[in-house]
């Protein structure tokens, strides 16, 4: 379906590097047996605006490979299309961890050989302990982070520390919060502020969970899952719900937005990396991977995307300038894992599409 | 019979490819059973339809025919005046009137939902210049409300109520309202008696075109409703989407399918009705 032709460019470019790979082992005879050089071709599938502008075209020009990316909107899009081709058509897709593991229990993704990542090393170590992959067997991650409070400080009369901050509001906040709208965070506030899990699947805690949000909703002035942080800067939103990256959006253009992770605790969310068991290039997936993992590479992500990554060597490259303005990309991976990582909920979905329904239908 | 075939291939193709194919897989999913991770099972099973009659899908569907119902009848209010002053207009003004009629069209409806929270958000344009002329103290609730979803509504499928009553009125032949008032009924009654009942085809379109899609929306409950409340296509969307539940997501949908297919039915029935009364009366 693919067709994994060699382009022109691409070609010279493999045969360059191949010529020049052969005078490198001559003159050096060097370490380790040589591993297979990566050629031809790769198609990704990654969000849209979630590679920094050179990654492809430098890595392209390192390696000879060409890189094919295509964008999808959400991870919902994404599993659709592998649904669609029964797992096949990419070779690597970036998907959220719970999606991960979805794609792991449909046996469509590879289990990873670690050798073949000489930078698996640069890896954070807390991130081999994230419940849906632990010692990332079939996923690596690409970003990670948590979920909290974003609001602004010099509107709000008060410092918010909990999630009933947001579920059971003062009077100055009247229609003035609003709270993730897909499911997972939909739900996130009021089963942390009961004490329940983040993946919680015990129907009588999600019905508790339900009727807590559902009194909530008559002081929300929307579920927002994407302007959020835009409402923080206008002013028509005080508090909202936020991944702690997109708060960084709206500190950006505000620096009285802060974020704060409620004391009753949060998520743990990942964006991981996944090769397809389907894939008929994997050493240069192998490659692109690890290209990545590279902290010099790692650090343009999170210029672009003011996500944490999971790689502390690329933390510190990260510019004073940038750390001092955006406090919660310091968030070290321990403190990051006090929050719950995110599962796929199994057989337990159908049971939270219902309760997220009669949330958004209840009044 | 060669040429018939040649003549109606292409659109036959289209229907068995377009609709026959993906109702049929609907259909063939409804009574399938949910696969954990995706997919689905080939185990037949009715429990999906059981689920289905619930009073919460039962209210959902409710708060959706109102919404679709006030949405078409703000639109036959909207559009009707709007058809038949375009159709009295001189022909040569009636073209670019028509064009501006569907010009929105060629932009897409998500990034036009958008500026309407440009302009309804409670730091919009129209708040701010209504506290601007000193009309309101308090900003107005104007949008993430039933009101926003309707006015959503209503503004994306204007022209499709438009359009088929333009066509209905400037195929009205002047004589006909002409020989009414001649015969001495009034401006009121040569409309009510003359020119509404033989506009009444493209006022039936006209509405189905507007409720059917309005019914089945989704982006407009989510993007101008703020996502609380639904309306069956946010949770259609939802369960394909977050609870991979396909099966039961097609049997939503088919009841959808099956709602609008009476009503179409009823359409014609009427029409047809209408059609018969006019031949014998």
């Known amino acids: ?363 | 019979m060669r040429r018939r075939l040649l003549l109606l291939g292409p659109a036959l193709g289209w229907w068995a490819v377009f609709l026959v194919i993906p109702v049929s897989l609907v259909i063939a999913y409804s009574v399938f059973e949910r696969g954990t991770y995706g997919g689905v099972v080939p185990t037949l099973t009715l429990d999906n339809f059981a689920r289905a009659v619930d009073p919460l899908y039962l209210r959902v569907l409710l708060f959706s025919l109102r919404v679709a119902v006030l949405a078409t009848v703000i639109a036959l209010l909207i559009g009707y005046p709007a058809a038949y002053f375009i159709a009295t207009l001189p022909r040569r003004w009636r073209t670019p009137v028509l064009v501006l009629v569907i010009l929105p069209f060629w932009t897409s409806l998500l990034i036009r939902t958008y500026a309407w929270i440009v302009l309804l958000n409670r730091e919009g344009l129209i708040n701010r210049g209504l506290e601007a002329l000193g009309l309101v103290g308090e900003p107005l609730p104007l949008l993430y409300n039933e009101f926003a979803i309707v006015l959503g509504l209503v503004y994306g499928y204007l022209p499709l109520m438009i359009l088929p009553i333009y066509s209905s009125i400037e195929r009205l032949h002047p004589e006909l309202r002409e020989a009414s008032s001649d015969l001495g009924a009034t401006p009121l009654r040569t409309f009510v008696r003359v020119t509404l009942p033989l506009t009444l085809p493209g006022i039936a379109a006209g509405c189905i075109f507007v409720f059917v899609p309005s019914l089945g929306s989704f982006i407009v409950p989510d993007l101008l409703g703020g996502g609380l409340a639904i309306m069956v296509g946010n949770l259609i969307q939802a369960q394909f989407l977050k609870a991979r539940d396909w099966p039961f997501g097609a049997v939503l949908a088919l009841i959808l399918i099956a709602l609008m297919g009476l009503l179409l039915f009823l359409q014609a029935w009427l029409l047809e009705r209408d059609r018969r009364q006019a031949i014998d009366g």
């Open chain 1, 1 to 363: 379906m693919n067709g994994r032709n060699i382009g022109g460019a691409g070609r010279r470019a493999a045969v360059l590097l191949g010529a020049l790979a052969l005078v490198v082992g001559a003159c050096g005879a060097s370490a380790s047996p040589t591993p297979e050089k990566p050629s031809g071709k790769i198609v990704v599938s990654n969000w849209d605006l979630y590679f920094p502008e050179t990654l492809i075209s430098d890595f392209t020009k390192e390696t000879g490979v060409e890189v094919e990316w295509v964008k999808h909107t959400t991870n919902e899009d994404i599993m659709g299309k592998l649904d669609a081709s029964n797992g096949s058509g990419f070779d690597i897709v970036f998907v959220s961890a719970q999606f991960a593991e979805a794609l792991n229990n449909r046996g469509w993704a590879e289990r990873l050989d670690r050798t073949k990542l000489a930078n698996i090393g640069k890896l954070d170590p807390q991130a081999d302990k994230l419940g849906y992959d632990p010692g990332n067997t079939f996923s690596i991650p690409y970003t990670w982070g948590t979920t909290g409070l974003c609001y602004r400080s010099d509107l709000v009369s008060f410092t918010p520390d909990s999630w009933n901050d947001l579920l059971d509001p003062p009077a100055e906040l009247d229609k003035k919060i609003t709270a993730l709208a897909t499911d997972r965070w939909l739900l996130l506030p009021a089963l942390k502020a009961l004490g329940y899990s983040a993946n919680e699947t015990d129907e009588a805690k999600l019905n508790e969970a339900k009727d807590l949000l559902i009194s909530a909703k008559q002081r929300l002035l929307a579920y927002d899952d994407t302007t959020f942080y835009s409402k923080l800067v206008s002013g028509e939103a005080l508090l909202v719900e936020a991944w702690d990256g997109w708060c960084n959006y709206g500190i950006a253009e505000n620096p009285d937005i802060k974020f704060v992770v409620p004391s009753e605790g949060s998520d743990l969310w990942s964006d991981t990396m996944v090769i397809l068991k389907s894939s008929t290039n994997k050493t240069a997936a192998y490659a692109f991977i690890d290209y990545i993992l590279r902290p010099a590479v790692a650090k343009t992500v999170v210029d672009l995307t003011l996500y944490k990554v999971p790689n502390p060597e690329a933390m510190a490259l990260v510019d004073a300038e940038t750390l001092a303005a955006f406090p919660n990309l310091a968030m070290t991976g321990e403190e990051l894992l006090k929050g719950e990582p995110l599962r796929d909920l199994g057989d337990a979905a159908p049971l939270w599409a219902r309760i997220v329904a009669e949330i958004t239908a209840g009044q």
